[in-house]
């Protein structure tokens, strides 16, 4: 019977119901394009500082050796928050270009490098820059739009415990960059640790305030789609007023006319959000492809359950706003008038 009731209210009363369905459905696309381009922002922006090279710079103390060794690489690497680290060793010019001494963790700091053939696994083997004349005795050429780079020659240093390090690149997670830092001054006693000043904190806290301020929006937007969809619940309400009548002077109690009023607004509300859910993630891809240059289908699970939260709080809110208007119904009045 319910079913029935349900199927029949909105076959025979299909422009509010319309109304009801346009207002949840825009109230969840708005809500999913704004919390799915809040969450692209964000992951844009992590994956754009974990490729913008080291973030920390160490040099070894002065008063020491004078250089770092293997074993200090790798207890760089074991600190929680540490991504990457690459050392750096030079040791000496031949035929006029630099000769350094690196591991092929560089390729993954640096990824706009571009190496054409393959990273040296010899001790004698080696790659050239792109500015350096070309040899027969080089197994790759080596792209990186760095001028210092560009005019050297590049081998390996993994498993050359004899040759000194003068300088280790680290890139650690953007969120723990000062603890990272702090770490590494504890574990490497006198070592200088340098924060690279083009990839700071500040960048990462920019990404934030970009998705607190598209969040306060979608806040906005919120409070604005409460009322719209609160008034088409109202309208639905009075357009029903004599067949609610009815129903009263049928026998039928008013908290479950209420019910029955809940179910069609929620069956009507579901349908909305899927809707809406999936226009507000086409949106958000468009808007994040011609912004951030990403895009593409990519639909976050947070996305979804926010924007299921935010249209069952508008839903609820119009039940109980609606069920008062219901309570102050009088089924003689009603059918006397109509």
Known sequence: MIGRLLSAGIRHRWEPSLLLFLAVSAAAGAAAATAGLSWRIDRTTAANLERSGPNLVMRPQLEGSGFFTLRDLERVR?????????????????????????????????????????????????????????????????????????????????????VPIQRIEVRAAPEMLGSVRSSLQRRLPGAEVVPVARVTETETALGHRLVVLLGSISGVILLLALGTVVAAGLTEVESRRREIALLQSLGYEASWIRRLLG????????????????????????????????????????????????????????????????????????????
Not at 79 to 103: K, Q, Y
């Open 78 to 162: 074991s600190l929680p928050g540490v991504r990457t680290a690459v050392p750096w060793s030079h040791t000496g010019n031949d035929a006029g270009a630099e000769i350094l001494l690196t591991t092929s963790a560089a390729l993954d700091l640096y990824p706009h490098w571009e190496l054409t053939g393959r990273w040296p696994r010899d001790p004698d083997e080696r790659i050239r820059g792109a500015a350096t004349t070309p040899s027969t005795d080089s197994v790759g050429v080596l792209t990186t739009g760095e001028r210092r780079f560009d005019r050297a020659l590049l081998q390996n240093l993994e498993g050359r415990p004899d």
């Open 263 to 338: 179910l069609e607004l929620g069956v009507i509300g579901l349908v909305a959000t899927v809707v809406g859910f999936l226009a507000g993630e086409l949106l958000a891809a468009r808007l994040a492809r011609d912004l951030l240059g990403t895009g593409g289908w990519d639909p976050s699970l947070v996305v979804g359950v926010l924007t299921g939260a935010a249209t069952l709080f508008l839903l609820i809110a119009t039940v109980l706003i609606t069920g008062r208007r219901l309570g102050r119904l009088n089924p003689a009045v009603e059918l006397k008038n109509r």
